[in-house]
């Protein structure tokens, strides 16, 4: 019932009319949408990195990792395609 309390005196405010106030986000933590890193793994992240990252990026609303042009799905598969990428 807290959050309540608090949302209808915010969506009086919206409705009406009420246009905001900007925010200045210069030194905040802010990303913008999208995949992060564009969705391509590097390289010279650690293993524990890229592990991560896959496991991350598997997930609906975006789209696999990426190596060598080749969506990842999982480290194991990862690690099949650098061991054949470095020979």
């Keep these: 019932m807290g959050i309540l309390k608090k949302l209808v005196p915010a969506i009086d405010v ?31 992240w ?7 990252f896959i496991r991350a990026m598997n997930y609906p609303h975006y789209p696999y990792a990426q190596f060598a042009d080749k969506e990842i799905k999982t480290y194991k598969e ?10």
């Design 46 to 52: 650690d293993e524990e990195m890229i592990e991560r």
């Design 14 to 44: 919206v409705l009406k009319g009420d246009k905001g106030y900007s925010v200045n986000y210069e030194g905040s933590l802010y990303y913008k949408r999208g995949c992060p890193y564009d969705g391509k793994i590097n390289l010279n």
């Design 78 to 87: 990862f690690k099949s395609i650098i061991s054949r990428h470095e020979k």
